[in-house]
């Protein structure tokens, strides 16, 4: 069995000062916090930008506050929805990471590859199967009263 390599070679080793600029680590505290917060949210608009299931979530999202809206729910369930609406999004973008770390390290077919990826999907199905439970649990009373 083949074993994959992962060189290192275009990556500066972790105590040069190559290193440190690419990860921020070269900066005073604040600029460092800076410069994390901007790789973050860099990531999260490449999630935005580059997944199709993230925008659904976030149109999704959008539809189920129009309901909070509507519906009047209180400020813990807007709470919980909220914690529901960012774990959705999060566990996408750990998602997404997964993948191209994956797609980096075996970009050729390997069933290991497709196990990681397909775990990282099976994750994405139980965190929006309990934010359907969440949204029944506030919503379905409401609607079950319109009828």
Same mark, same amino acid.
């Given at each position: 069995m083949k074993r994959h390599s992962?060189?290192?070679a275009s990556w500066p080793a972790s105590d040069s000062a190559a290193h440190r600029r690419l990860?921020?680590?070269d900066r005073t505290y604040w600029a460092s916090r800076l410069f994390s917060l901007r790789a973050a949210l860099s990531g999260a608009a490449h999630?935005?930008?580059?997944?199709?299931?993230?925008r659904i979530e976030v149109v999704a999202t959008l539809f189920v506050c129009l309901a909070g809206w509507w519906f009047g729910i209180s400020p813990v369930e807007w709470a919980v929805l909220a914690l529901t609406f960012f774990l959705? +999004? &999060?566990?996408? /973008?750990?998602?997404? !990471?997964?993948?191209?770390?994956?797609?980096?390290?075996?970009?050729?077919?390997?069933? +290991? &590859?497709?196990? /990681?990826?397909?775990? !990282?999907a099976g994750a994405m199905i139980f965190v929006v199967l309990g934010s359907i439970c969440v949204a029944l649990a506030i919503f379905g009373p409401r609607l079950w009263a319109l009828f």
């Open positions: 992962t060189s290192t990860t921020g680590r999630t935005l930008r580059t997944q199709p299931n993230a959705v +999004l &999060a566990l996408e /973008a750990v998602n997404t !990471a997964i993948e191209t770390v994956v797609d980096l390290v075996s970009p050729q077919y390997h069933p +290991l &590859a497709k196990r /990681a990826k397909d775990a !990282a």
